[in-house]
């Protein structure tokens, strides 16, 4: 009955190849999100999206694409992975927009070799 | 950019004892969250407070905010081992309502 889950939790590849982590949320809410945090902790957004439609994009890399199929699922599919991606990755939902409060998943650490 | 600084940056204390940390932001708001994190978890929602509110209670936490002064504060009251976690502020600023904001955290231990 886990709320908002991940997939997968640790994901360990080489440079230059292409990955997607999978983020699902069982709490009916509209908006998701995608978030970066960096080895010191600074954790900042990537995506947003609301019922299926992009609304933030923070100027990150277009090797970054992510896709929501429906509002319960937010992936996110990154290409030619560098070593300056190695971050944990964590899906977020909320209810709405207007700065609800948002509901984290456990995180992806991703390392780039 | 970044919006919220908290201070301090680490904060160790005896169980029992309050645990007081800071935190401050540049622009307009519409709300301002606190999140915990637990080492190598997630972040979880901790108490949200308006813009237009002074000072929240939550169980054993107290949360007050200085629209004046851009300024937030979070009291944890009589700590235990398992408050310790990093401590998180984000904010939403005013005109954007779907992006939060992060600041770069307090580190609490709380001793045994």
């Known amino acids: 009955d886990t709320a908002v889950s991940q997939t997968p939790k640790y994901l360990v590849t080489q440079m230059g190849n292409d990955k997607s982590i999978k983020c699902e949320q069982n709490?009916?809410?509209?908006?998701m999100y995608w978030y970066k945090q960096d080895s010191k902790k600074f954790l900042k957004i990537m995506f947003s999206?609301?019922?299926?439609?992009?609304?933030i994009n923070e100027t990150v890399p277009n090797r970054f694409s992510p896709k929501s199929p429906d509002k319960a699922h937010l992936n996110l599919h990154i290409n030619s992975l560098e070593l300056g991606d190695s971050a944990v990755y964590f899906c977020?939902?909320?209810?709405?927009?207007?700065?609800?409060?948002?509901?984290f998943g456990p995180g992806t650490r991703l390392t780039v070799l | 950019s970044q919006q919220g600084e908290e201070d301090p940056q680490a904060l160790s204390i005896q169980e029992g004892e309050n645990a007081t940390m800071n935190c401050s932001y540049k622009?307009?708001?519409?709300?301002l969250q606190w999140y915990r994190q637990n080492s190598g978890r997630g972040l979880v929602h901790l108490i949200l407070?308006?813009?237009?509110?002074r000072e929240k209670h939550s169980g054993r936490l107290r949360v007050t905010l200085d629209t004046s002064k851009k300024s937030s504060s979070l009291l944890i009251t009589a700590s235990r081992a398992a408050d310790t976690a990093s401590y998180f502020c984000a904010t939403v600023e005013k005109g954007s309502n779907y992006k939060l904001t992060f600041g770069k955290g307090t580190l609490l231990t709380v001793n045994p």
């Open positions: 977020a939902s909320s209810l709405a927009g207007g700065g609800d409060t948002q509901y």
């Open positions: 622009t307009s708001i519409n709300n």
């Open positions: 999206y609301n019922n299926k439609e992009l609304i």
């Open positions: 709490l009916g809410h509209d908006t």
């Open positions: 407070i308006r813009s237009n509110e």
